[in-house]
């Protein structure tokens, strides 16, 4: 965690005065789910902007995926789509409030790995489709663990949430110096080493602050879409799922 230590110890150092930054047991809480759920080799990174800044007393919270074939999961709840209990209060244990998720990152995982339209749907990850809870969760795993056996992970530029609970978010020029600040202290190492077939940066502007980055370390091999829950016509986010799906279908085929 050394790494991670002096990236955060950067971020904190050029925040502006007054800044909100999640505590450095947040993010080492979702660097450990992260890894859970690395690929043994890493052939598409999907390099999404962060999670959602996670207050420290819920970390105490935790879920157990034993029963669901997982025990060696980390336990600790985060704000994050790989902590399967972000969204299903039922497979959570302590106290949370707005445990909304994030559907749209669902959608887009359903996409790397089946397509937009299946098979299965898409339904078979959502509460209105799929009501039943250990059904929907196994199906939510099983899609999890289609991504690691195929070599598709995804990381968040900014090791620190910008989006707080409540709709909040990081003045823009705040986001920008985390990622350039969680690229050069971490992320830029860890994926050199990866060395993935291609990055699919979700967000333009992820695209944009490492854009000279991205061209120098993997020139050739990066292309962006905008965040699933951008305000754009749903036709444009068809075609982004479709890209997904094409570039994971051609980096990371299943084997």
């Known amino acids: 965690m050394s790494h991670v230590r002096q990236a955060y110890e950067r971020i904190v150092a050029n925040a502006s005065p007054g800044t909100s930054i999640e505590s450095l047991h947040s993010v080492e809480a979702v660097i450990a789910q992260r890894a859970y759920w690395r690929p043994e080799k890493v052939r598409v990174v999907l390099l999404a902007e962060s999670h959602l800044h996670t207050p420290e007393e819920e970390l105490e919270a935790s879920v157990d995926l034993s029963r669901f074939g997982h025990p060696a999961a980390p336990a600790a709840y985060t704000r994050f789509v790989y902590c399967l209990g972000y969204g299903e209060d039922g497979i959570v244990r302590g106290a949370i409030s707005k445990n909304r998720g994030t559907p749209q990152f669902w959608k887009l ?6 397509g937009p339209d299946g098979p299965p749907p898409v339904t078979a990850l959502q509460k209105g489709g799929t009501p039943e809870l ?3 969760v196994g199906n939510k795993l099983r899609v999890l663990e289609a991504m690691r056996r195929r070599g598709i992970w995804l990381v968040d530029a900014s090791l620190v949430g910008v989006y707080i609970p409540g709709g909040e978010k990081l003045p823009f020029e705040e986001i920008r110096k985390s990622i350039l600040a969680s690229w050069h202290g971490y992320w830029r190492g860890e994926l050199m080493a990866a ?4 990055i699919l940066c979700i967000g333009i502007g992820v695209s944009r602050a490492l854009q000279s980055e991205l061209d120098s370390c993997f020139s ?3 292309s962006a879409i905008e965040q ?3 305000m754009i016509a749903s036709g444009r986010h068809e075609e982004n799922l479709r890209h997904c799906h094409f570039i994971c279908r051609s980096h990371a085929p299943e084997q």
């Open 228 to 230: 699933p829950n951008a």
């Open 134 to 136: 250990s059904t929907r």
């Open 220 to 222: 050739g091999r990066h």
């Open 195 to 198: 060395d993935p077939a291609h």
């Open 109 to 114: 995982f359903h996409a790397c790995v089946h």
